[in-house]
């Protein structure tokens, strides 16, 4: 079995992305790992260049600026990446996200199990979206727990934005891939930069979106029943950017108002629980094996 991992990059630096460690634990569980890495601001090309893994690819790439519907740009960076992987499965990781060590052993173990199951085309991750601080995390329908990571890198799939995959059937209209967990969490630290940082990247990419940018003013305007504590461990390879790039504690704004989405995501939540726990998030997969 040979596993490719994938993602794309541009000005990670400036944007506050653990984008290193991301990859250097992406480089953990695949055998090879290829990065677009779009032309930056900053110093995100030298710092990938220096992680010096002979199974890192680096393409350079040019972002389409004029595109900036629902994230499109993101989803060309994203398949350009994932079109020169080799493997027999692709691991799309994103720069604020990150594997814990503890399950390396098991993201392999689940890609051999289902290695020649060809009806599973994807492998479904759980997930940690740490909120304001890496103590906190955000837990509520608003927020997708499950999301595919990992495609059959043999079916006709195609990304309409960096979040998830369609499947092409006879040149037909796109469906979400059949998948199976993978029996462990991804860890999402998109929500901890600096508010310095949440900031510079709301004014860079909002665009590609087709979104003016708006001024980030913190991280207190939530709905404090969405926020859970996480008392379990953080990726080891994240110690020193936890330390001196995130922020250190949430801080919630006592006079923060609910809005219309807020109340809709409590009722969905007292839903859920008087049906045993019953998901109610947006899935991008079809589940056919546990």
Same mark, same amino acid.
């Given at each position: ?66 595109? %900036? ?6 989803? @060309? ?40 199951? &060809? ?22 329908? =608003? ?8 495609? =059959? ?19 037909? =209209? ?11 969490? /991804? ?16 004014? =860079? ?19 404090? @029943? ?11 390879? /994240?110690?020193?950017?936890? %330390? ?33 726990? &019953?998901?109610?998030?947006? &899935? ?7």
């Amino acid at each position: 079995m040979k596993v490719s991992g994938f993602t794309f990059l541009r000005n990670g630096t400036i944007l506050g992305y653990p984008y290193v460690e991301s990859l250097k634990s992406l480089l953990a569980v695949c055998d090879e790992v290829v990065a677009a890495i779009g032309a930056s601001d900053d110093d995100t090309l030298e710092q990938v260049r220096a992680i010096n893994d002979p199974r890192l690819k680096i393409i350079e790439t040019t972002w389409n600026e004029n595109m %900036q519907d629902r994230g499109y740009t993101y989803a @060309q960076q994203k398949m350009i990446a994932q079109f020169n992987c080799t493997g027999d499965w692709a691991f799309y990781l994103e720069g604020d996200e990150v594997i814990h060590e503890q399950d390396y052993a098991t993201i392999r173990a689940a890609m051999e199990k289902h290695l020649n199951d &060809k009806e599973v085309e994807a492998l479904v991750f759980d997930y940690y979206h740490f909120y304001g601080s890496p103590t906190t995390y955000a837990y509520s329908p =608003r927020w997708y727990r499950r999301a595919p990571r990992i495609i =059959r890198n043999s079916v006709r799939s195609w990304a309409p934005d960096g979040l998830f995959w369609l499947i092409m059937n006879e040149n037909k =209209r796109g469906r979400y891939p059949n998948a199976a967990f993978a029996g462990c969490h /991804l860890y999402h630290y998109g929500h901890v930069r600096s508010v310095a940082k949440m900031n510079e990247k709301q004014k =860079r990419v909002e665009r590609y979106w087709g979104k003016k940018p708006t001024e980030f003013l913190g991280y207190g305007d939530i709905d404090p @029943q969405s926020i859970r504590n996480f008392t379990a461990t953080h990726p080891a390879i /994240l110690a020193t950017w936890l %330390q001196t790039e995130a922020e250190p504690v949430l801080k919630l704004n006592p006079n923060y108002q609910l809005t219309k989405r807020d109340k809709k995501h409590r009722l969905m939540t007292k839903l859920e629980n008087l049906l045993g726990g &019953k998901d109610f998030t947006k &899935k991008h997969y079809k589940l056919i094996r546990k």
